[in-house]
């Protein structure tokens, strides 16, 4: 069927080279020149397409840039196939499956098997277009590509009407017809395939009414100029005709033939026409034409079979200018394997002395770095020098600082110990100055000598107690200097002042100091303004604050 050419170029032109962004410029070139082979390749002008596919190819496998090496030798195939040279149509379609299997994905693995299941079904092999067509179908499922299943499916379609398979084919045409809403072009060769399936199961009146239908559609211009052939009306008029001969409405069988005569413009179809023709005229007995269009099909298979032959010579003509061709560029590319090679030693050359200079440049960097870190170095050391010395004096302060706290501490241990030993006097002396005055108010003592005697010592100790002495000098060991401080700063002091101001150093109050030094708690206070006054020290000053800074 001719459908099976139109779906090898959309195929084609539908393949998408993968981006690659290295070297963009010069891979760039190598698509612009596959993109011409395919125009040339669509205008049948197939000496110049495989003249740019094959430089293409040649330049993107040297380069191994697979995508543009697998469209070009794609597209060389395809050159081959529509000069009729399935053979090495078949070969340039192998390589490019090796391409896809090594190097691209299944999306161009899928590509490939259609086109081989084209060649297969020109070459009468339905069974291996079959596979074929099995594979690129069962692919595009993997890949969930909706129009590929769907353009696949309308092939399996087309070759299940050949093969007889009329419910396969059914079942192909009502999955496809779906998935190909947006592509009215391989929509219109669905339901081409949909007539052609009616035709078969002899359901005459639908395929008339499809088929008529789709007639004013194929005429349509712009459905002309996007890719749907002459062919696929002749195969539309053809169905009709074969519709009407069936049904033996031999006039509108004649009307329909003879369109499809005057419609052709390859020689494909022309037998195929001829043989309708021959078979009309003997059904209405005009045995005449009969005979005369059995000729012009014996006429037009040898002019077919004439056409293969000059097309294969061409296709051979061309393959030795391609041969001529690459043995030209073989030799470009020696000449140019020279030049590269005298410029790859001067880039060499130039290279080594920029390498030279970028080493004495590393080289007076790296000194100048190193100098840098010894000063760097240097300058820590120093500072974690000043540092460890900040420490030591720290530590030193704080030692010192411990020392003093602990002094301190036992100075007022000392202190508490003399407080309490003043205490303690303090309060014997308060007692037997108490036994003293009971004593003293008693009339039967008043007239016994001895014990008025004994009463009379006990109030010489209170006057004077030798261990008070024994107190000021424990004082003085404690509270070092404190007393020769006080008579320095003030000489205008008596002993008992400063045994006074001693006790208010100690911080006693008044009762305690008057039980100690066996007077009033009056007369304590007295004496207390007296001594600030010697001090010259105001009665708002606190005297102990100003005797602990003595």
């Known amino acids: 069927m001719p459908l099976y050419k139109y779906a090898v170029i959309l195929l084609l032109i539908s393949t998408a080279s993968f981006p690659l962004f290295s070297q963009e410029e010069t891979q760039s070139s190598v698509k612009k020149q596959i993109d011409i082979g395919i125009q040339n390749l669509s205008k049948k002008e197939h000496a110049k397409s495989l003249e740019e596919l094959v430089s293409a190819a040649e330049v993107a496998m ?243 079979y004439a056409i293969k032959n000059s097309a294969l010579f061409k296709s051979e003509k061309l393959k030795f200018q391609i041969q001529n061709y690459q043995h030209e560029l073989s030799k470009s590319r020696e000449e140019l394997h020279k030049e590269r090679q005298f410029f790859y030693g001067l880039i060499i050359c130039v290279i080594l002395g920029m390498g030279f200079l970028i080493l004495v440049y590393k080289y007076n960097s790296l000194k100048h770095k190193q100098r840098k870190k010894i000063v760097e170095l240097e300058l820590a050391k120093e500072k974690n020098h000043h540092l460890l010395i900040e420490k030591q004096n720290r530590e030193r302060e704080a030692i010192v600082s411990l020392e003093r706290e602990r002094l301190k501490n036992e100075l007022d241990i000392k202190n508490r110990e003399l407080t309490t030993k003043a205490l303690f006097l303090s309060s014997k002396n308060e007692l037997i100055e108490e036994i003293v005055q009971t004593l003293s108010t008693n009339s039967q003592i008043e007239t016994n000598i001895v014990i008025k005697k004994q009463i009379g010592e006990l109030k010489k100790h209170l006057k004077k107690d030798t261990q008070w002495d024994s107190f000021f000098v424990q004082f003085e060991e404690v509270n070092q200097g404190f007393l020769d401080r006080l008579r320095a700063q003030h000489p205008n002091l008596t002993p008992g002042d400063i045994r006074f101001t001693t006790f208010l150093y100690m911080n006693l109050n008044y009762t305690e100091i008057a039980s100690l030094l066996n007077i009033t708690a009056q007369s304590c206070r007295k004496r207390k303004e007296r001594i600030l006054k010697k001090m010259n020290v105001s009665s708002n000053h606190s005297i102990q604050s100003y005797l602990s800074g003595i």
């Open 62 to 304: 040297r380069n191994e840039w697979y995508p543009q090496a697998f469209d070009a030798t794609l597209n060389i195939g395809t050159n081959y196939y529509l000069m009729l040279d399935y053979g090495e149509a078949f070969l340039y379609y192998s390589k490019a499956y090796e391409i896809a299997v090594e190097h691209l994905s299944a999306r161009q693995e899928m590509v490939v098997f259609n086109n081989i299941g084209v060649l297969y079904t020109e070459d009468k092999d339905l069974i291996k277009a079959k596979e074929s067509f099995l594979k690129a179908y069962e692919t595009a499922k993997r890949l969930d590509d909706k129009e590929k299943i769907g353009a696949y499916a309308i092939n399996l379609a087309l070759l299940g009407n050949k093969t007889g398979d009329l419910d396969i084919s059914d079942k192909y045409i009502e999955e496809g017809l779906p998935l190909l809403n947006d592509n009215p072009i391989l929509f219109l060769m669905g339901e081409i395939a949909r007539a052609e399936n009616l035709l078969l199961r002899k359901q005459y009146i639908k395929a008339e009414k499809l088929a008529l239908s789709l007639l004013p559609q194929i005429n349509d211009l712009s459905l002309l100029r996007d890719g749907i052939t002459v062919n696929d009306r002749i195969t539309v008029l053809l169905i009709l005709t074969e519709i009407y001969e069936r049904q033996q409405d031999y006039k509108r069988a004649f009307k329909y033939a003879l369109l499809a005569r005057s419609t052709q413009k390859y020689i494909e179809k022309r037998t195929e026409i001829y043989k309708h023709l021959a078979r009309l005229n003997s059904k209405t007995l005009d045995f005449t034409k009969a005979l005369a269009y059995k000729d012009s099909v014996l006429i037009a298979t040898d002019s077919l």
